[in-house]
């Protein structure tokens, strides 16, 4: 009898053994259960996960309305076909394309914590971020040379910077890019960390560098440097303004003509510099390489670089009256009628 009971107290004690495994297992989920080299998936309660993919659905829903405003706004109205313009054209479709790709797979891969679209795609898809992020550099720096020859050289102005010009520097800033992404993507053999489920760029540190020094040193450069002299252009512009103005030996036309211009520059100059303070945080964590930093803020400090995309919309309704009334016709179907590409969207009774 005493021998039974110790078998039947030995499996029981197994049992318990087995249960409490079985259990452990449970808890613990894996992106891809069948595979050994599987990530392991984050737990998210109902809540959360509901939550999440709202706010990032509208977000992304808006950041993509708001910059089709512009762009509607910006090729339909001839009145808007400008250099500058087409510059802020290329910028509006960057921050479209963020909003569009970008943000809705970057939240399936926060929400979810995995990534289940295979090698292909994720190299597909870091080309693509890769694209977006600098082509928006691109376009910083072309408005920066843009506002400097407008407001420092206005008399080389019409002869340097012309539409054909624009256009063209455009589209090679958006194929550089491209090649240049291309390559740090299919130059980098390490790019997970070791699980099967993710979707990182690991760069080695020649890459690191060479970004660091292209793609963010460099711009940010150009862009200061070119402003500072902007600032201070406009500055002495202003106080000659003034100064001729007391004494009555400046025509009206020429002084609303230059003050324009000062504000289209400072205008400008608020959004650069929102730009780039959105992108420092982004280049510090590559330069720790994403080390030491919690992946709470980790995502924060990225999300905060894609945000920036919904702001630029934001900035044009709050400085350009001419974004205020485009978005007025088109809201109001206006453009479909006949001949609405040619109203003056400068005036005020267009």
Known sequence: MKGQKGEQNKLLTEG???????????E??????????????????????YSMYVFFSLLSAWTVFLNLLVIISISHFKKLHTPTNMLILSLAVNDLLVGLIVMPIEAIKLIGT??????????????????????????LVLIAVDRYVAVCHPLLYTQKITMTRTLFIVC????????????IVRSTSHRTSGCYGECNVKLSLEWRVTDLIFSFLLPCTVIITLHLRIFYAVHQ???????????GKVAIGGSVKKKTESKAALSLGIIVAIHLLCWIPYFILTLTDN??????????????????????????????????????????LKIFQLASSHINIFTNNS
């Open 16 to 26: 318990d053994s087995l249960m409490a495994y079985e259990t452990e297992d449970q």
């Open 28 to 49: 613990t989920q894996y992106c891809f259960p069948d595979i050994n080299s599987s990530c392991v998936k984050g737990e998210r309660s109902s809540y959360e996960y």
């Open 114 to 139: 995995c990534w289940y679209f295979g090698d292909t795609l994720c190299d597909l898809f870091l080309i693509i971020m890769g694209l977006l992020l600098s082509t928006s550099l691109c376009n």
């Open 172 to 183: 090679i800033c958006w194929v550089f890019t491209s090649s240049y992404n291309i390559a």
């Open 237 to 247: 512009q202003v106080k000659v303004i003034n100064s001729q103005m007391k004494r």
């Open 291 to 332: 080390m030491a930093i919690p992946p709470t803020v980790l995502y924060c400090l990225i999300w905060v670089l894609y945000i920036n995309s919904c702001l630029d919309p934001l900035f044009y309704a709050f400085f350009y009256t001419w974004f205020r009334k485009s978005i007025k016709h088109i809201l109001t």
